[in-house]
């Protein structure tokens, strides 16, 4: 099966734009996560989408932070307007399932991260 | 709140060196386990995970791990490294629904 597609792979933007990362589940993966890198430290956990619904978004830093998944296919992640903290790798993952223990179908498979650098 | 920390930063090796990374959590309940890697220019795959049962899991490219209940420890293992496995290798622990908590990363360089 095809992976999580995630692009662009990098992008570089000033301070103040806009820009926009995409991402694309493995097909039929209810469950779509973003977590995000900055500068060489943990990988954050974002915001977590069941289909088209957001189910926690408790990681979201703050309001500039826009998650959509419009169908309950693919996702946008908005950043509106770009400060130089948000640098980083946004990460997308998705599973077929959730919970803890069971089956390995509740196991996150993650895309290869889009770089984002604010200037 | 929970966390997870990883005891090395980075790690230089030989190849044919054992390796050891560490890996400690905080959290007292039911947790799920996990070791992704990252190798250059490519995406975090899934090295391994503990669920429950045998304390002592095996993974991908002869990696394995041991959860240590009562250490909140879950320690990645390779008997002997090859160059191949340079890379960032990140131990993650799963609490309720299926957010991960990770650690800060060990890049692993091997020396050929």
């Known amino acids: 099966e095809a992976g999580v597609t995630q692009f662009p792979s990098h992008s570089v933007i000033e301070k103040g734009q806009t820009v926009t990362l995409r991402c694309d589940p493995i097909s039929g993966h209810d469950n779509l996560y973003w977590y995000r890198r900055v500068m060489g430290k943990e990988i954050k956990f974002l915001l977590h989408?069941?289909?088209?619904?957001?189910?926690?978004e408790s990681g979201m830093p703050n309001n500039r932070f826009l998650a959509e998944r419009t169908g309950g296919t693919y996702s946008t992640l908005k950043v509106q307007p770009a400060e130089l903290e948000d640098s980083g790798v946004y990460f997308c993952?998705?599973?077929?399932?959730?919970?803890?223990?069971?089956?390995?179908?509740?196991?996150?498979?993650f895309g290869a991260g889009s770089r984002l650098t604010v200037l | 709140a929970q966390s997870v920390s990883q005891h090395n930063h980075h790690v230089i090796l030989s190849e044919a060196a054992s390796l050891e990374l560490g890996c400690n959590y905080s959290y007292g309940g039911t947790v799920n386990l996990f070791w992704y890697v990252q190798y250059p220019g490519q995406h975090l795959q899934l090295l391994l995970k503990y669920f429950s049962g045998d304390p002592l899991v095996k993974g991908i490219k002869g990696f394995e791990a041991e959860f240590i209940k009562s250490k909140f420890s879950f320690n990645l293992r390779k008997p002997s490294v090859q160059w191949s496995d340079t890379a960032e290798y990140f131990c993650a622990v799963r609490l309720y629904g299926n957010k991960l908590v990770f650690g800060a990363g060990t890049i692993l360089r091997v020396k050929s």
């Open positions: 993952a998705s599973s077929r399932y959730t919970g803890t223990g069971g089956s390995g179908a509740n196991v996150l498979t």
């Open positions: 989408f069941v289909k088209e619904s957001k189910q926690d």
